[in-house]
């Protein structure tokens, strides 16, 4: 208990007293005190079994209140989530009481500083790394966790999306380490971040329990973020990483090894071999390694309550759970442990997700961020500029709708600017994913919510090269986004698009070039009558195509790009771009730049 310096003198002359008559009674009956520690001893034996918990979290992306900042109104769907940290809080406050302070850690399986206004605010708007030499604020993912009392998170790719010096200004904020033992100097190919973290479960009058937590990130950062950590990071496979780590942390006396993985569990990658090492590699490394426990598993933004996977070394079972994304779920990882032959053995594990959904949002975040959560919903309703008719996005994926051809006209206009005499010269289009079918620019006052609602991730933009072969190939690797509807068969457009797990943000439209996506034929040979001003395009004709980042450096595996020659490149955001567009022109019109050049059909009959 601390002394206030008023009531020092007089605590230290109580304490001596007090001191003098133990020590005085400890002499006179030394036999008495040993008996009475011995029976304290027996009615206090150390505990043969004990249990904890681990909760987890994954993929919060900035959200911290229960709030869309794009449609500046409370989160809503249609299975009835809520979103945010600050409704995760409280039941994190349940079980810490329902179980004891001291039997529950807390992590996370990262993304955390991207993909929310918020974040975009403390990352371009207010950076958290300062300006000018002023101080920069503190991230609010920062002061909510801190609060939450997290014991560690995973790296999530996203968190290089910003560059690696906001990365490390975020980690300094923190009081938890965030973990990364693949996220490696590229000279010393050493973790540049903390790999692991033990944390001791206290048991009374016995051993402590250590648990090891391991940390790995996505191998398709050293793609998607390529011009942040090209040339200072590299990113090995999680299953290569796992296998130097687990039997570290088993040496190290852990009786408990768990990982967090931003990784998801079905041995998939989007970037198909343009890297050596899987994206979804969690199920693998529990194959694959022996000593693992559990895994809490991040990255793929879905509901996995309770998955075991068998290691094919050892026979035990590994026990995975991913609790889906935006702070929609919260993982619960029990664990019961006996202790046999001087040390805890794992006896029983299980997991499941419990939904915040029902529980009210911390009184103490909403203290501590309600101020920066109305700086930025102020930020996001600033009006940049006018619209001469709504436009909306519901039909993007399926139909060439002006929304797109905005993103398309930017994209264009400023690669345009920057290109070099002789590549001016070159037909230029533009690729381009639908990112949200809910986004709308309504008409009239536009704001810079309703844009980023458009285009809601921070990529940046390329020029890149590619002949028109290529151009075709490219094109037929985003026409799989359709299933195949034979000629004759109603078209549904509720069952229509996402085939082979080819999801909206991966599925490019081009303009500047005409051309039909037949979804009456096979994968591979859809793409039809395909021109440039009204002729066809020619195997050995060369494009400077308008591309963000993301696909560029190869994410979602389109062929060619990753590999062609660059025209053009720039590190502002594309959103950016768009808002900028709004607020020189003063009035966003569709007659400036909507064309319909590509459409759906059927054996060549147009769909819609």
Same mark, same amino acid.
């Given at each position: 208990?601390p002394?206030?310096?008023?009531n020092?003198?007089?605590?230290v002359?109580?304490?001596a007293?007090?001191?003098?008559?133990?020590a005085?009674?400890?002499?006179? @009956?030394?036999?008495t005190? %040993?008996?009475?520690?011995?029976?304290h001893?027996h009615h206090?034996?150390?505990?043969?079994?004990w249990?904890f918990?681990?909760?987890?979290?994954t993929d919060?992306h900035?959200?911290?209140f229960?709030w869309?900042y794009?449609?500046d109104?409370p989160? #809503?769907?249609k299975a009835?989530n809520? *979103?945010?940290?600050?409704?995760?809080?409280?039941?994190?406050?349940?079980q810490r009481?329902?179980k004891g302070?001291?039997?529950v850690l807390?992590? &996370?399986?990262?993304?955390?500083i991207?993909g929310?206004?918020?974040? $975009?605010y403390f990352?371009?708007?207010?950076?958290?790394t300062?300006?000018?030499?002023?101080?920069?604020?503190?991230?609010?993912?920062a002061v909510?966790?801190?609060h939450?009392?997290y014991?560690a998170?995973a790296?999530?790719?996203?968190?290089?999306n910003y560059?690696?010096?906001?990365?490390?200004?975020f980690e300094?904020?923190?009081d +938890?380490?965030?973990?990364g033992?693949n996220?490696?100097?590229?000279?010393?190919?050493?973790?540049?971040?903390?790999?692991y973290?033990?944390?001791?479960i206290?048991?009374?009058?016995?051993?402590?329990?250590?648990?090891?937590i391991l940390g790995?990130?996505?191998?398709?950062?050293?793609?998607?973020?390529? &011009?942040?950590?090209?040339?200072?990071m590299?990113f !090995?496979g999680?299953?290569e990483q796992a296998k130097?780590?687990v039997?570290?942390?088993?040496a190290?006396?852990?009786?408990?090894?768990?990982?967090?993985?931003?990784?998801?569990?079905?041995?998939?990658?989007? $970037?198909?071999?343009?890297? !050596?090492?899987?994206?979804?590699?969690s199920?693998?490394?529990?194959?694959?390694?022996?000593?693992?426990?559990?895994i809490?598993?991040?990255h793929?933004?879905v509901?996995?309550?309770?998955?075991?996977?068998k290691?094919e070394?050892?026979g035990?079972?590994v026990?995975l759970s991913?609790?889906?994304?935006y @702070?929609?779920?919260?993982?619960?990882f &029990?664990?019961?442990l006996e202790?046999h032959?001087?040390?805890?053995?794992v006896?029983n594990?299980?997991?499941q997700?419990?939904n915040?959904?029902?529980?009210d949002?911390?009184?103490?975040i909403?203290?501590?961020?309600?101020?920066?959560?109305?700086?930025?919903?102020?930020?996001v309703?600033?009006?940049?500029? #006018?619209?001469?008719?709504?436009l909306?996005?519901?039909?993007s994926c399926?139909k060439?709708?002006p *929304?797109m051809? +905005?993103?398309? %006209?930017v994209?264009m206009a400023?690669?345009?600017s @920057?290109?070099?005499?002789?590549?001016?010269?070159?037909?230029? /289009?533009?690729v381009?994913?639908?990112?949200s079918r809910?986004?709308?620019i309504?008409?009239g006052? *536009?704001t810079?919510r309703?844009i980023a609602?458009?285009y809601?991730y921070?990529?940046?933009?390329? @020029?890149?090269?590619? #002949?028109g072969?290529q151009?075709?190939?490219y094109l037929?690797?985003?026409?799989k986004?359709?299933?195949?509807v034979?000629s004759g068969?109603?078209?549904?457009?509720s069952?229509l698009t996402?085939?082979?797990?080819?999801?909206? $943000?991966? $599925?490019d439209?081009?303009a500047g070039v005409?051309y039909?996506?037949?979804?009456?034929?096979?994968e591979?040979s859809?793409?039809?009558?395909? #021109?440039?001003q009204g002729?066809?395009?020619?195997?050995d004709?060369v +494009?400077?195509v308008a591309?963000?980042?993301?696909?560029a450096n190869g994410g979602s595996g389109?062929?060619h790009?990753a590999?062609a020659?660059?025209a053009?490149s720039?590190?502002?955001? /594309?959103r950016?771009?768009?808002? &900028?567009y709004?607020t %020189?022109k003063?009035?966003l019109?569709?007659?400036d730049?909507?064309?319909?050049?590509?459409?759906l059909?059927?054996?060549?009959?147009?769909?819609?």
């Amino acid at each position: 208990m601390p002394v206030s310096p008023m009531n020092r003198r007089e605590f230290v002359k109580k304490s001596a007293v007090t001191g003098a008559v133990v020590a005085a009674a400890g002499a006179a @009956g030394t036999g008495t005190a %040993e008996a009475a520690d011995r029976k304290h001893r027996h009615h206090h034996k150390a505990p043969h079994t004990w249990s904890f918990s681990i909760l987890g979290t994954t993929d919060l992306h900035s959200h911290v209140f229960d709030w869309d900042y794009y449609r500046d109104a409370p989160y #809503t769907d249609k299975a009835g989530n809520s *979103v945010g940290v600050a409704r995760v809080a409280t039941l994190i406050k349940q079980q810490r009481e329902e179980k004891g302070e001291h039997r529950v850690l807390l992590v &996370d399986a990262g993304d955390i500083i991207q993909g929310t206004s918020l974040a $975009y605010y403390f990352a371009r708007v207010d950076p958290i790394t300062g300006t000018d030499g002023t101080p920069g604020p503190k991230h609010p993912m920062a002061v909510a966790m801190n609060h939450m009392r997290y014991d560690a998170a995973a790296l999530g790719n996203h968190e290089f999306n910003y560059g690696i010096e906001l990365l490390r200004k975020f980690e300094s904020q923190c009081d +938890f380490p965030l973990l990364g033992a693949n996220a490696c100097d590229a000279k010393t190919l050493r973790p540049a971040f903390q790999p692991y973290t033990i944390k001791r479960i206290r048991v009374p009058h016995g051993p402590d329990i250590k648990v090891g937590i391991l940390g790995l990130t996505n191998p398709g950062i050293a793609l998607w973020d390529k &011009d942040n950590v090209s040339g200072k990071m590299v990113f !090995p496979g999680l299953v290569e990483q796992a296998k130097k780590f687990v039997p570290r942390l088993r040496a190290l006396g852990c009786d408990v090894v768990f990982l967090t993985d931003h990784s998801g569990l079905d041995g998939s990658s989007s $970037y198909g071999d343009e890297l !050596p090492y899987v994206e979804n590699a969690s199920n693998l490394v529990a194959e694959q390694v022996p000593g693992i426990d559990a895994i809490l598993v991040g990255h793929t933004h879905v509901e996995v309550s309770s998955y075991t996977v068998k290691n094919e070394e050892t026979g035990e079972d590994v026990l995975l759970s991913e609790p889906y994304c935006y @702070g929609k779920r919260l993982t619960v990882f &029990d664990f019961d442990l006996e202790f046999h032959c001087g040390r805890w053995r794992v006896t029983n594990k299980k997991a499941q997700t419990l939904n915040p959904n029902a529980v009210d949002e911390d009184p103490e975040i909403k203290k501590l961020l309600e101020a920066d959560h109305e700086l930025v919903v102020k930020y996001v309703n600033t009006p940049v500029g #006018t619209c001469t008719q709504d436009l909306s996005a519901a039909e993007s994926c399926w139909k060439d709708v002006p *929304v797109m051809d +905005f993103i398309h %006209e930017v994209q264009m206009a400023k690669v345009a600017s @920057g290109l070099s005499a002789a590549d001016a010269a070159l037909p230029l /289009i533009s690729v381009a994913a639908p990112f949200s079918r809910t986004a709308d620019i309504p008409a009239g006052d *536009v704001t810079i919510r309703d844009i980023a609602g458009l285009y809601i991730y921070d990529n940046t933009l390329y @020029g890149k090269k590619l #002949t028109g072969a290529q151009l075709k190939d490219y094109l037929e690797y985003a026409a799989k986004y359709y299933h195949q509807v034979p000629s004759g068969t109603t078209v549904d457009t509720s069952t229509l698009t996402n085939a082979n797990k080819f999801w909206d $943000y991966m $599925y490019d439209t081009a303009a500047g070039v005409d051309y039909e996506i037949d979804i009456a034929q096979p994968e591979g040979s859809r793409i039809k009558h395909l #021109t440039y001003q009204g002729a066809p395009v020619a195997d050995d004709q060369v +494009f400077v195509v308008a591309v963000n980042n993301y696909r560029a450096n190869g994410g979602s595996g389109y062929p060619h790009i990753a590999d062609a020659d660059i025209a053009f490149s720039s590190m502002s955001e /594309i959103r950016q771009l768009m808002i &900028d567009y709004v607020t %020189e022109k003063k009035t966003l019109d569709p007659a400036d730049f909507a064309a319909a050049n590509w459409k759906l059909t059927q054996d060549g009959t147009p769909v819609f």
